[in-house]
Nanobody, 120 residues
Framework: QVQLVESGGGTAQAGGSLRLSCAASGYISSRCGMGWYSQAPGKERELVSSISRDGATVYEDSVQGRFTISQDNAKNTLYLQMKSLKSEDTAVYYC??????????????WGQGTQVTVSS
């Protein structure tokens, strides 16, 4: 069973930085990736960034150039470096991992979420 535990959320001023971490335990297929989702009040959960096991990254347009996703496979830890924070980045951020099933990868595992609040 995969368990994901986020840390590093909190409050930052606009223009500031935060780094989120996600410690993963259990088996995650090397065929699949991990990522970060955000969910703001009253909005749907959306993908912020993802990374494949070989390091290929994807970013949502609004965070491109400001956020950096990375992973330390030896430590089974996923990171999200957030810079130039904006008030609209305020949300609960969830770490997520894909599961390989029937030749496809799909988002199957979620952390408990960590609150990020950006004050202007």
């Amino acid at each position: 069973q995969v368990q994901l535990v986020e840390s590093g959320g909190g409050t930052a001023q606009a223009g500031g930085s935060l780094r989120l971490s996600c410690a993963a335990s259990g088996y995650i297929s090397s065929r699949c990736g991990m990522g970060w989702y955000s969910q703001a009040p009253g909005k749907e959960r959306e993908l912020v960034s993802s990374i494949s096991r070989d390091g290929a990254t994807v970013y949502e347009d609004s965070v491109q150039g400001r956020f950096t996703i990375s992973q330390d496979n030896a430590k089974n830890t996923l990171y999200l470096q957030m810079k130039s924070l904006k008030s609209e980045d305020t949300a609960v951020y969830y770490c997520a991992a894909e599961e390989y099933y029937m030749e496809y990868c799909g988002w199957a595992y979620w952390g408990q979420g960590t609150q990020v609040t950006v004050s202007s």
